[in-house]
């Protein structure tokens, strides 16, 4: 599955308006690799994501990713719940890439569908309409249209969050089966002790990466408190990027 | 004026009766026709759209277009007096420009633009009222701002067909991408739906029928018969397409009682085609099938799926 150089960051900045939102950060996402991207809010985590997935613009840098092999899951708060779709439609969804906006889905491609809700636990809930689902079995439903999607590269913006336990546990193996399958994984989480034992490589960002590479010497005591001062330091601080131009 | 064969099971006075009320007035009246043909047309493909306004959460936009292709119509009248063509065409660039400035203020407020909307739509509504009371009375203006189901002409009623028909065509067309751009536009973004391009084409028929609707119901009614039938629908259906056929069932009822009614007792028909809206929207925040306030409070909580 895996292909090419990965992703590639090369001195990518990126910023929402005029405020910056990550800056001057170089590195690679090898194909294959599963990485955590932590660090305090506001650090740029979900507009790293965003932009990976061609949905943020760079503002200077580069920024080297597959586009057509990308799948994102956004931040569950970020959908409308309350929309009259049934769980099959939110699943189908994920073969837009293949049938466009016109084409008749195939029968196989119908089966898919199925067959991923039932792989997240969700058999006979097709024409469940999403309102009446728990957030837990929600994000089930997001995760069966990931599947269905089948993209070598997986981003997913916290995707434990406002979950219950099991379903974070059965959402975590889908996790692992798709780094068995040699997709390249990021995801941006805020339990620690999940990165530690789930997550081989992490990215600490706060705004700059403080620190990249195998989880065990990135999460370190001293790391992370140089990410929680830079942090404090934004709320104090100017608003436009010191270090160029832009 | 036609007998109707006396079935078996009522009394001949009763059918004679009920002919009278609700078939007589369209068969003796070609203005009574025309109306009811206008509005079955608006009928069928407004409400539809009103289903994606109001899941899109703009149904407020609905209304600032519908204000804001007054100051078009309003020249496209200067120019060349009641003609459909000319006010048409104001209204139709007038209302794209609203509806990208609107897009626009959205955008920029990051989806808290009411207030911003609020003040573009009255400021639309003040300017077009003014640029028309420069040239005309108070019956234009009055016909203007109100419509008149009963002046319907050849034109008009041209229009309403053809706007109703491109609706109905591009609806079947590009349903799939305007659901999922109303339900995950950052979905739809990576993916590379064009979301954004079919939201401009959605924009476009809403534009669209607002003029049409404008003909029979005037700018301050043009809103109702694509609104209130489908927020209503929220109550009967369950799916976007269920909505949307419950909307049309619902707009389709509206416009007959409603012309009935104002045929009957001497009302306004606009609104009165839009009060018999209203009220099937009360009856279905009480009583529709999904979520209705009577089927909660009967409902047993240990029963509830």
Redesign the interface.
Known sequence: MSRGEGIVLTDLTLTHGRRPAVHHISGRFAPGSLTAIVGPNGAGKSTLLRAI???HPAVEGKLAAPRRD???L?QAA???RA????CL??VL?GH??RAG??RALRAAEQRAARDALAAVGLEGFEGR?VG?LSSGQFQRVLFA?LLVQDAPVILLDEPFNAVDARTAADLLALVHRWHGEGRTILAVLHDLELVRHDFPETLLLAREPIAWGPTGEVLTAANRMKARMMAEAWDAEAEACERSAA | MRKPKPASAAPPEMLHLLQDALWAPFAEFGFMRRALVGCLALSLAAPPLGVFLM?RRMSLTADVLAHGILPGIAIGFLVAGLSVTAMSVGGLVAGLIVGVGAGAISRATGGREDAALAALYLVALALGVTLISTRAGSVELSHLLFGSVLGVDDPALFLMAGVASLTLLALA??W??L??E???P??A?????HGGW?HMLFLVLVVLNVLAAFQALGTLMAVGLMMLPAVAARYW????G??AYAAAGIAVFASVAGLLVSYHFDLPSGPAIVLVAGAAWVLSVLAGPVDGLLGRLLRRPHFS?
């Open positions: 997935a061609g949905l990308i799948a994102l956004p970020a959908l409308d929309f009259p779709v049934s439609d939110v969804f837009w890439h906006a016109f309409p009446g249209r | 899941l067309f590009a799939r991408p659901v999922l109303c339900f995950d950052g979905f973004a990576a993916v590379r739906a079919w259906g369950r799916s976007v269920g909505m799926g």
